[in-house]
């Protein structure tokens, strides 16, 4: 192998399945008439073309980091907890109940919303966790449940307890002492995120630094080697959901404290749906590393953003972009994708 | 049996047994399917002695051997290790009271294979005080240094503490291993197939250190599959058949094809069951 | 009921096969687009329903394909294809009909409903009744299904004995394909009339939640796939009757298969015994 190769490996796969992801969309857009080229072209200038757009790629990647850590934190302690969804809608209820209905001095308030909503997420994780614990109860299928049991509740919250008195497609705004200050006119960027990236890098740490995130990961990686070793899988267990949930709800905060011009949940949940889903093609694109989660999420936020100037200009649905996510986790999960390239490479 | 005749015999001095650090009494051990694999076994290790339970496998020597380290309940009897008499062991417990497990298969209990070296190097040790504070935290200062004692005493060939175990030989991980759970300072090392499917040097090498461990007055329990290997370096001898004893006796009391025999299920006519020393058979 | 029942039987045979095929939700989706546009082509519902077999297996081939030589972890390519569904139905449904979000069709495509003594019955759910049995037989009372069961079991052995572990499951997952690409025609040929994007709305999962329930027997599913479908309709029922709807708000009747779907599954689970490489490929040693 020659020098040029020593790139790290993970970093090469996950462009690799980009690129994959990319011309598989490129082949569905043909099929059904559409330019690629346009397209591709209008959705690189949507998310890179003005200083501003790429400042709201970063919005958009925002609660994606967040929403991948929830995925990653799972896979590491071997869970496959695919109830980002729910557990954010139940974070923007929580954050929405503190941003809107009580009044705290500055400071005080977004801290209380933020960390509201964290808890909020991590309760709603605790249904899966606790069932899985009890019963054994597979997580895909009760975090699924609980993600649609999530919507309804939410949705029903929103409009029945949270709802906004003039306006009846949203809840109460954020009072402006909840709000993250927004860091530029140009774009729906705030301070929040230095709180996502802050707290993808503390669950690093927790993971790679402490007897217990050891222990966390080992539990995933061998769950022989974990009882060897005397660690209590039904501690990991609740370790993961309760992580993964905390950073959901802080994904959910940061779309009603930190995404103006809304400072609101839609009664639909428009401005959250689908964030949680999103957030497992990250994660993987990011190689479960929360991160990697970071970079990944930034990829993913200009298709988000990009997307948007890619369906004014080329007619291509935005939501194409979320085919694409579902190539790429296709594309990563078959190993031997790898060991042709490996092959193919050594030739 | 791969070069049953190269493989150099290591030499074992006599010298008399301590007091036991090991007691098991009517052990009776279930499988994963619920129907009894150990079957009322009692016996005894002392310190200084090694131990050895020979016989075919599947006889319930696996299961006797995670009731022992913590990770298959008991269903009845008692096991005492070093003076402290345990209902409901675990692995912690197994440590905590000086034993070390070498498993039967190092690449299911012993080892994670996508965890590096260092990371390897304390696994069942990472909540010793010397590896994590009070608090919790990782002190990763000690455990690479740590780690790369290992490495250096027990000759583990790697290129780097970050290295993925999965990367060395399987001579390499289980030197690894072995030097991990000896290093624990035990009164009771209990060793599994140690030296299963490695390369001679490392074969060697290992049934050394559990001759020096013995040496040292440490109580060793061997199981193995390997005649041989239990023949080379044990004191005391037990053959295991169906879930129970079917004959024990020191060393030199016992000829190969005597053992032979029992490992297939036949009781040699004559011999008297009190050559078991301390310890009965079940009852 | 039926489509929970379609997609539940064949992914009963497919996972006594080894293989787990967790994008059931995705084939929901997508063959629901699929049936009614094949409906539309041939002004037929019927074929609609053909459409979405057709589909399915494709998919259902697709994910053999990828689990069996792509040997790749069958829980995240199955999550691939549902993370893909969501983003290709809308994008479907707008380059199909032009318009998003929903498309409504005319109603002679609906599959005609059987008119009984005891009420209007689909045909398409008695053909799931029979699928149900005869699966029940093909697993218990063929060599064929002797040789699924096996293959989940004990691969190698399979192997051993000269038959192609691949094949089989190949089969099983495209038949279970099949299967719930017909169950997901059904949604909007046989019951809404309608197709919308999140027409599935995680009835995918729940029907991988009859399987856990049948541990895998198809009469169980079936069972199963009755129980967690009369919570639907009744949810359905309830968020119409009148007296109940105005007191009880529609979100929680709304959350009713799913609260039922999750007790229901932590009452049975525990004493389920799946086959030995559920979810693994297979790799001569």
């Given at each position: 192998?020659?020098?040029?190769?020593?790139?790290?490996?993970?970093?090469?796969?996950?462009?690799?399945?980009?690129?994959?992801?990319?011309?598989?969309?490129?082949?569905?857009?043909?099929?059904?008439?559409?330019?690629?080229?346009?397209?591709?072209?209008?959705?690189?200038?949507?998310?890179?073309?003005?200083?501003?757009?790429?400042?709201?790629?970063?919005?958009?990647?925002?609660?994606?980091?967040?929403?991948?850590?929830?995925?990653?934190?799972?896979?590491?302690?071997?869970?496959?907890?695919?109830?980002?969804?729910?557990?954010?809608?139940?974070?923007?209820?929580?954050?929405?109940?503190?941003?809107?209905?009580?009044?705290?001095?500055?400071?005080?308030?977004?801290?209380?919303?933020?960390?509201?909503?964290?808890?909020?997420?991590?309760?709603?994780?605790?249904?899966?966790?606790?069932?899985?614990?009890?019963?054994?109860?597979?997580?895909?299928?009760?975090?699924?449940?609980?993600?649609?049991?999530?919507?309804?509740?939410?949705?029903?919250?929103?409009?029945?307890?949270?709802?906004?008195?003039?306006?009846?497609?949203?809840?109460?705004?954020?009072?402006?002492?909840?709000?993250?200050?927004?860091?530029?006119?140009?774009?729906?960027?705030?301070?929040?995120?230095?709180?996502?990236?802050?707290?993808?890098?503390?669950?690093?740490?927790?993971?790679?630094?402490?007897?217990?995130?050891?222990?966390?990961?080992?539990?995933?990686?061998?769950?022989?080697?974990?009882?060897?070793?005397?660690?209590?899988?039904?501690?990991?267990?609740?370790?993961?959901?309760?992580?993964?949930?905390?950073?959901?709800?802080?994904?959910?905060?940061?779309?009603?404290?930190?995404?103006?011009?809304?400072?609101?949940?839609?009664?639909?949940?428009?401005?959250?749906?689908?964030?949680?889903?999103?957030?497992?093609?990250?994660?993987?694109?990011?190689?479960?590393?929360?991160?990697?989660?970071?970079?990944?999420?930034?990829?993913?936020?200009?298709?988000?953003?990009?997307?948007?100037?890619?369906?004014?200009?080329?007619?291509?649905?935005?939501?194409?972009?979320?085919?694409?996510?579902?190539?790429?986790?296709?594309?990563?999960?078959?190993?031997?994708?790898?060991?042709?390239?490996?092959?193919?490479?050594?030739r | 049996m791969v070069g049953r005749e190269i493989v150099p015999r290591v030499s074992r001095s006599s010298r008399p047994p301590g007091d036991p650090v090991l007691i098991v009494r009517n052990l009776q051990v279930a499988n994963d399917q619920g129907a009894l694999a150990v079957k009322g076994i009692s016996f005894e290790v002392r310190a200084g002695e090694i131990f050895g339970i020979a016989g075919v496998e599947g006889n319930g020597q696996s299961e006797l051997v995670q009731a022992l380290a913590g990770l298959r309940p008991i269903r009845s009897g008692e096991i005492s290790l070093n003076g402290a008499e345990i209902k409901h062991l675990t692995p912690l417990d197994l440590y905590r009271l000086g034993g070390a497990h070498i498993p039967e298969d190092r690449l299911r209990f012993g080892l994670a294979l996508n965890f590096d070296l260092a990371e390897?190097?304390?696994?069942?040790?990472?909540?010793?005080?010397?590896?994590?504070?009070?608090?919790?935290?990782?002190?990763?200062?000690?455990?690479?240094?740590?780690?790369?004692?290992?490495?250096?005493?027990?000759?583990?060939?790697?290129?780097?503490?970050?290295?993925?175990?999965?990367?060395?030989?399987?001579?390499?991980?289980?030197?690894?291993?072995?030097?991990?759970?000896?290093?624990?300072?035990?009164?009771?090392?209990?060793?599994?197939?140690?030296?299963?499917?490695?390369?001679?040097?490392?074969?060697?090498?290992?049934?050394?250190?559990?001759?020096?461990?013995?040496?040292?007055?440490?109580?060793?329990?061997?199981?193995?599959?390997?005649?041989?290997?239990?023949?080379?370096?044990?004191?005391?001898?037990?053959?295991?058949?169906?879930?129970?004893?079917?004959?024990?006796?020191?060393?030199?009391?016992?000829?190969?094809?005597?053992?032979?025999?029992?490992?297939?299920?036949?009781?040699?006519?004559?011999?008297?069951?009190?050559?078991?020393?301390?310890?009965?058979?079940?009852? | 009921m039926t489509p929970l029942a379609l997609a539940a039987v064949g992914e009963c045979v497919n996972e006594k096969a080894g293989v787990v095929n967790i994008g059931l939700e995705g084939i929901f989706m997508i063959t629901s687009v699929t049936g009614v546009w094949t409906a539309e082509v041939f002004g037929n519902g019927a074929m609609g329903l053909l459409g979405g077999a057709l589909a399915g297996a494709v998919l259902g081939f697709a994910l053999g394909v990828i689990s069996v030589y792509g040997r790749a972890d069958q829980i995240i390519a199955g999550m691939g294809l549902n993370i893909f569904a969501l983003g290709f139905v809308p994008f479907l449904l707008i380059s199909l009909w032009a318009f998003p979000g929903i498309h409504i069709f005319p109603n002679e495509l609906m599959v005609p409903r059987w008119i009984t003594p005891f009420g209007q019955v689909s045909p398409v759910t008695v053909f799931a009744v029979l699928v149900a049995f005869l699966a029940h037989l093909l697993l218990h009372r063929t060599v064929l299904g002797f040789r699924i069961r096996a293959v989940g079991e004990r691969p190698e052995a399979v192997d051993v004995a000269g038959l192609r572990v691949d094949h089989l499951r190949l089969l099983t997952s495209t038949l279970g394909g099949a299967l719930a690409g017909i169950g997901g025609a059904f949604l909007p040929l046989g019951w809404f009339g309608a197709v919308v994007k999140e027409i599935s709305a995680g009835r995918g999962f729940i029907a991988l939640a009859c399987v856990v329930f049948a541990g895998l027997e198809p009469l169980l599913a079936l069972g199963a796939a009755m129980l967690f479908g009369f919570a639907d309709g009744f949810a359905s029922a309830v968020a119409v009757t009148p007296g109940v709807k105005e007191r009880i708000p529609f979100y929680f009747v709304s959350m009713i298969p799913y609260v039922t779907t999750l007790v229901v599954v932590a009452l049975v689970i525990g004493q389920r015994r799946f086959p030995r490489t559920i979810g693994r490929p297979y790799a001569r040693e």
């Open positions: 192998m020659k020098a040029r190769w020593h790139l790290p490996r993970p970093l090469i796969e996950s462009l690799v399945t980009i690129f994959i992801g990319l011309t598989a969309g490129a082949l569905l857009m043909g099929a059904f008439g559409y330019s690629p080229l346009r397209a591709y072209q209008a959705l690189f200038i949507g998310a890179f073309g003005t200083p501003a757009d790429v400042l709201e790629t970063i919005a958009f990647a925002t609660p994606l980091m967040l929403t991948a850590l929830t995925f990653s934190v799972g896979i590491r302690a071997g869970l496959f907890n695919i109830g980002a969804e729910g557990q954010m809608y139940l974070g923007a209820i929580g954050t929405t109940f503190v941003a809107g209905m009580v009044s705290l001095p500055p400071g005080i308030h977004i801290a209380a919303a933020t960390a509201s909503g964290m808890l909020f997420g991590a309760a709603w994780a605790m249904i899966p966790a606790l069932l899985k614990v009890w019963r054994g109860v597979h997580e895909v299928i009760s975090t699924i449940m609980a993600n649609w049991i999530a919507f309804h509740l939410s949705t029903y919250l929103a409009i029945n307890f949270l709802g906004d008195p003039t306006r009846a497609d949203r809840t109460v705004p954020a009072l402006p002492t909840a709000r993250y200050p927004v860091l530029t006119e140009d774009a729906t960027l705030t301070a929040v995120i230095f709180v996502a990236i802050a707290f993808c890098a503390a669950i690093y740490l927790y993971l790679w630094g402490t007897r217990a995130g050891y222990e966390l990961r080992l539990g995933g990686e061998n769950p022989d080697a974990a009882r060897y070793a005397g660690v209590n899988a039904n501690r990991v267990i609740l370790l993961s959901f309760v992580i993964g949930g905390l950073a959901a709800g802080l994904a959910g905060a940061s779309q009603i404290i930190g995404r103006p011009p809304a400072w609101s949940l839609y009664a639909t949940l428009g401005n959250v749906a689908t964030l949680g889903f999103d957030g497992i093609g990250v994660a993987l694109v990011g190689r479960n590393h929360p991160l990697g989660g970071i970079l990944a999420a930034f990829l993913f936020g200009a298709l988000a953003h990009g997307g948007r100037l890619m369906e004014y200009q080329a007619g291509v649905l935005s939501e194409l972009v979320r085919a694409l996510n579902g190539i790429i986790v296709v594309t990563l999960a078959v190993p031997e994708v790898w060991a042709m390239l490996r092959r193919r490479r050594i | 390897n190097s304390i696994l069942s040790r990472q909540r010793e005080p010397a590896f994590s504070t009070r608090m919790g935290r990782l002190n990763w200062n000690a455990i690479l240094s740590y780690a790369r004692q290992l490495v250096e005493r027990f000759n583990v060939l790697a290129p780097g503490l970050h290295t993925p175990v999965r990367s060395l030989s399987g001579g390499n991980q289980q030197r690894l291993l072995v030097g991990r759970e000896l290093s624990k300072e035990p009164v009771l090392v209990i060793a599994v197939h140690p030296t299963r499917g490695l390369d001679i040097a490392s074969t060697v090498y290992i049934r050394e250190l559990l001759v020096q461990m013995r040496d040292e007055g440490k109580g060793v329990l061997l199981v193995s599959a390997d005649l041989d290997e239990v023949l080379e370096i044990s004191d005391r001898i037990a053959v295991m058949y169906e879930g129970q004893f079917i004959g024990s006796g020191k060393v030199e009391e016992l000829s190969r094809e005597e053992i032979g025999l029992m490992m297939g299920g036949i009781t040699p006519k004559g011999r008297d069951e009190s050559a078991l020393a301390s310890s009965p058979t079940s009852d | -």
